[in-house]
């Protein structure tokens, strides 16, 4: 069981190591991204934070932003899942 605790808490820092990456660019436009969990179904639950919060291009910048990059670097994730972003027309976690 600790060994599954540890590839939890592995996965959760990785995620956390790709956000820091992203988030320059993010506070660049007054927004940000904060990782609420790493659900036992390997779904990274994130909150996108001041300008990303509230803007009408939130989906996109998950998707083409966010989702794409963490696809790319820890494969693991089954998907990506924004707490205040509507899901509308997204594609699926490729």
């Known amino acids: ?3 599954h ?7 959760r820092e990785r995620v956390e190591e790709v956000l820091d990456a992203v988030r320059p660019s993010l ?10 969990d790493v659900t036992p ?7 996108l934070t001041g300008a990303c ?3 009408p291009m939130a989906s996109i910048t998950l998707k083409l932003g966010i989702e794409r990059v963490l696809a790319e ?3 693991e994730l089954a998907g990506v899942e924004a707490v205040n972003v ?4 997204w594609p699926e976690f490729e």
């Open 73 to 75: 670097e820890v494969p």
């Open 53 to 55: 919060g509230g803007c």
């Open 86 to 89: 509507e899901p509308g027309d």
């Open 1 to 3: 069981m600790v060994e």
């Open 5 to 11: 605790l540890t590839s939890d808490y592995e996965l």
């Open 41 to 47: 179904e390997k779904i990274a639950r994130v909150e």
């Open 27 to 36: 506070q660049a436009h007054g927004g940000d991204v904060n990782l609420i």
